[in-house]
């Protein structure tokens, strides 16, 4: 993409309300603009950064046996009183009605919609366990949108949800996720460690909380450090065999959100593996086994008679991990993406756009680069140096290439690395090999 082409409206002043970083830098960097309280419209630069975080969710949702559909975002609440949620689930829902007077909802989660779609085409245990996923916006009405996309009033979440015929299957499905997690969020870039999460009022059957750690975080964790430094599984994991053993050695040890806290078993851990922090929820799964086939009547023949299908349900929060990941990457100057999720791989600066030899170079380079398949950001603007510079540093594309009349003559291209700040002369035959 050239600069010339995209919109990418920088905010020299920080707004007011952005009190974390990643709020702040998102603004700032033109990724997003507020609409309405915690609802955004996604700019070009934004946009990159979300549809690369959706593609590696779906990737190792896939790669876990977890298949995809959508959904709406527009649900009848005639659904929501089979599962007697519609009044339960209070201000978060939003309400609507439609021109013929019917109850609507803007979907804040899937669970009762999910149910009646599988109910409507399984009628025997012999076509279970089913595992689907979609990514899809989801609104709730919360009391106190902040934090830029962190929490939002609309928001995209991946939700999955699992059906088998007994406990014991519904708890080898939930492995599954449990091990897609680990998988998903090391290669975000993000260390987000498995923390027990309340199960609620009605099942004491099994949660876990993802959590990044970090200051602004809005939960509490209490957890063991060796977890945080863990390696996640290898792409050679073989969802189909026993995830038992991966599972024991990622919840052996100690690791609670506040609710769940147990102060004694806190302190039974040697006093330097403790860590009480903050973190930020990415990701939440749950089994709950038959709460809402009971309820919407959703039941298979199995081999000893009929039973209601054990379910659960595994959120990510999509775009609330965007910001996540500012959190976790960056510094004075703005962000510092880690590749796999960065807007561009690559940000290619022409220091002196209008000369002929440089404007020639940078795009020979920037052609070449794109046909062999880089994620290019050019800067053909005609701004000054430092303002170039300065805007590369603000977005934090991980690579930045630098060429100018003097490196034209002398055949040479400056290349920074973000993360380290590390430059290098690169000859310029030979330079898209060594970008990729
Ligand atoms: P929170 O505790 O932050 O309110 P939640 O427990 O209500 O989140 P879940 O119902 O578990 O959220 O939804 C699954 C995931 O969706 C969460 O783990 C989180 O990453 C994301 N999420 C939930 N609410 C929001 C929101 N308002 N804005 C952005 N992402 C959200
Ligand atoms: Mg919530
Ligand atoms: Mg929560
Ligand atoms: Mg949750």
Redo the contacts with the bound molecule.
């Keep these: 993409m050239k600069l010339s082409r995209t919109y990418l409206p920088l905010l020299k002043e920080t707004p007011a309300e952005a009190v974390i970083a990643s709020h702040r830098l998102m603004l700032r960097s033109g990724m997003v603009r507020q609409q309405a309280a915690g609802i955004y419209a996604w700019l070009p630069l934004g946009l990159k950064v979300l549809k690369k975080v959706e593609a590696i969710v779906r990737e190792e949702q896939e790669r876990a046996g977890v298949a995809e559909l959508l959904m709406p975002t527009i649900q009848p609440a005639s659904l929501w009183h089979q599962s007697g949620r519609y009044d339960a689930y209070g201000p978060e829902m939003l309400r609507l009605k439609d021109r013929h007077g019917r109850d609507m909802l803007y979907g804040p989660?899937n669970e009762e919609m999910i149910t009646e779609l599988v109910r409507a085409g399984i009628k025997s245990y012999k076509e279970l366990p089913k595992t689907l996923f979609h990514i899809q916006w989801k609104f709730?009405d919360?009391v106190r949108?902040r934090f830029g996309?962190?929490?939002?009033?609309e928001?995209l979440?991946k939700?999955a949800y699992s059906f088998d015929l007994s406990p014991e299957a519904a708890r080898r499905s939930y492995l599954r996720f449990f091990a897609a997690y680990l998988r998903t969020f090391a290669r975000l870039g993000v260390k987000a460690i498995p923390v027990r999460a309340d199960t609620g009022p009605i099942g004491g059957k099994l949660s876990h909380?993802f959590v990044v750690l970090a200051e602004t975080g809005?939960?509490e964790v209490f957890t063991a450090k060796g977890l945080v430094e863990k390696t996640p599984p290898p792409t050679s994991l073989d969802y189909d065999g026993d995830l038992e053993p991966l599972f024991a050695e990622w919840t052996g040890t100690y690791a609670a959100t506040d609710e769940m806290h147990d102060e004694a078993a806190f302190l039974a851990l040697p006093e330097d593996q403790r860590l009480q922090a903050r973190g930020i929820?990415?990701?939440?799964i749950f089994y709950f086994g038959t709460k809402y086939s009971e309820p919407m009547q959703f039941a298979v023949e199995g081999p000893d008679g009929r039973a209601f299908v054990e379910m659960g349900s595994y959120?990510?929060?999509v775009?609330?991990l965007v910001g996540a990941l500012i959190e976790a990457h960056h510094d004075d100057q703005g962000c510092r993406w880690p590749v796999p999720v960065a807007p561009y791989e690559v940000g290619l600066v022409n220091l002196k756009t209008g000369h002929d030899g440089t404007d020639g170079a940078c795009h020979r380079l920037y052609d070449e680069a794109v046909a062999a398949g880089l994620d290019v950001l050019l800067d053909d603007s005609g701004d000054r140096a430092g303002e170039k510079f300065a805007r590369m540093d603000l977005i934090g594309l991980p690579l930045i290439v630098t060429i100018g009349p003097r490196g034209v003559e002398a055949g040479q291209a400056e290349v920074k690395d973000r993360r380290t700040g590390a430059k290098q002369e690169v000859p310029l035959t030979g330079l898209v090999d060594y970008l990729r």
């Design positions: 989660t709730r919360e949108p996309v962190m929490r939002g009033r928001f979440m939700d909380e809005e939960s929820e990415v990701g939440h959120g990510i929060g775009s609330r």
